[in-house]
């Protein structure tokens, strides 16, 4: 099995550039944080880069709402590249290609949280009068 699952910040805006047929591609740069107590017994943090390759519609949407410090989580496959560098060697780079991804934390510009799954709108429950004896499950009249 070939999956990758993360959930980090974005380090800077994503990259976005169109194929000769017209598809998005975004490439994004993502960090994440990982905390343990040392030898020491003092916090150590240490954070991991990640490049992460969306394509099509979810391209499209990471370039029109994702930027620099967004919150994001990422499922997909890791992918091995090889290219030739400029001075002629092999170089080697591991990305993760998203097959999913969802925006998490604020949305931009109104500082309010976004869930991360949408919550079922709920009519609210009416409460019994005064004295009258409330049984779970009992029809409730709106």
């Given at each position: ?15 976005i550039r169109y ?29 991991e880069w990640h ?78 009068a005064r004295g ?11």
């Amino acid at each position: 099995m070939n999956k990758a699952q993360i959930i980090g910040r974005l380090g800077q805006d994503p990259e976005i550039r169109y194929t000769s047929s017209g598809s998005a591609v975004a490439n994004l740069r993502v960090a994440t944080n990982e905390r343990r107590k040392g030898a020491d017994g003092a916090v150590q943090e240490s954070t991991e880069w990640h490049s992460v390759t969306l394509f099509a519609r979810q391209a499209e949407v990471a370039g029109e709402y994702l930027k620099k410090g967004s919150q994001v989580y990422v499922e997909g496959r890791l992918r091995t590249r090889k290219w030739q560098g400029k001075d002629g060697q092999e170089r080697y780079t591991t990305e993760i290609v998203g097959s999913e991804f969802e925006m998490l934390g604020a949305r931009p510009g109104n500082g309010e949280a976004r869930p991360a799954q949408p919550a079922p709108a709920r009519a609210p429950a009416a409460a019994p009068a005064r004295g009258e004896p409330f049984y779970p499950g009992e029809d409730i009249p709106f």
